[in-house]
């Protein structure tokens, strides 16, 4: 399944839902999120700036995961 991540600003709050694909182009086709949309990532992270524009992200969820490294010295 694609995802979709909707990101937007209503009324001074932040919302960001992960949709499926089928459920974007339904909302799309409705005009549910207005007609204006952010073509990347603005310089602007505070969503109040975005002049009430969504932004929409394709793509999966990534979570850090610690890595060991470990450098050892030895000596005679």
């Known amino acids: 399944m694609e995802n979709y991540y909707v990101i937007r600003n ?9 949709i499926s694909k089928q459920e974007l182009v339904k909302r799309l086709n409705e005009n549910y999120y207005g007609e204006e949309y952010l073509n ?12 009430g524009q969504t932004l929409i992200i394709k793509g999966e969820v990534v979570v850090p995961r610690e890595k ?3 450098t050892e010295f030895d000596i005679e």
């Not at 209503?10 to 992960?18: A, I, K, L, Q």
């Not at 990347?40 to 002049?51: A, I, L």
């Open 10 to 18: 209503s009324e001074g709050d932040t919302y960001v839902e992960r």
């Open 40 to 51: 990347g990532v603005p310089k602007e992270s505070d969503t109040n700036y975005w002049g």
């Open 68 to 70: 060991r490294v470990v």
